[in-house]
Nanobody, 126 residues
Framework: QVQLEESGGGLVQAGGSLRLSCAVS????????MGWFRQAPGKEREFVAA????????YYADSVKGRFTISRDRAKNTVHLEMNSLKPEDTAVYYC???????????????????WGQGTQVTVSS
């Protein structure tokens, strides 16, 4: 089993920044993709960003391009999501997820991910 644990959420004013981290432990794949998703109250879970572990290929949702940056620290088995210029509409529970590498697909669908963290709340006040 793969365990994922998010940290770094909190309350921030609009225009502020937060850095989320996801620690990966347990059985790991030889190559996998790490993603961040978010879910606001009353809305479906939506893709935010993803990164392939070895190749570093990165995907972003249009809504966060230019504001969020995903990165991975292979030595520490950790993935980060740097969030800048936060907006009230970024308020959501943010989830870290892991998918075995499935080839050249766009890792934007939650259905591709087998493992999920418990989530961390991000609240952006106006």
């Amino acid at each position: 089993q793969v365990q994922l644990e998010e940290s770094g959420g909190g309350l921030v004013q609009a225009g502020g920044s937060l850095r989320l981290s996801c620690a990966v432990s347990g059985r790991t794949f030889s190559n996998y993709v790490m993603g961040w998703f978010r879910q606001a109250p009353g809305k479906e879970r939506e893709f935010v960003a993803a990164i392939t572990w070895f190749g570093g290929t990165i995907y972003y949702a249009d809504s966060v391009k230019g504001r969020f940056t995903i990165s991975r620290d292979r030595a520490k088995n950790t993935v980060h999501l740097e969030m800048n210029s936060l907006k009230p509409e970024d308020t959501a529970v943010y989830y870290c997820a892991a998918s075995p590498f499935r080839g050249s697909v766009a890792y934007v669908s939650a259905a591709l991910y087998n493992y999920w963290g418990q989530g961390t709340q991000v609240t952006v006040s106006s």
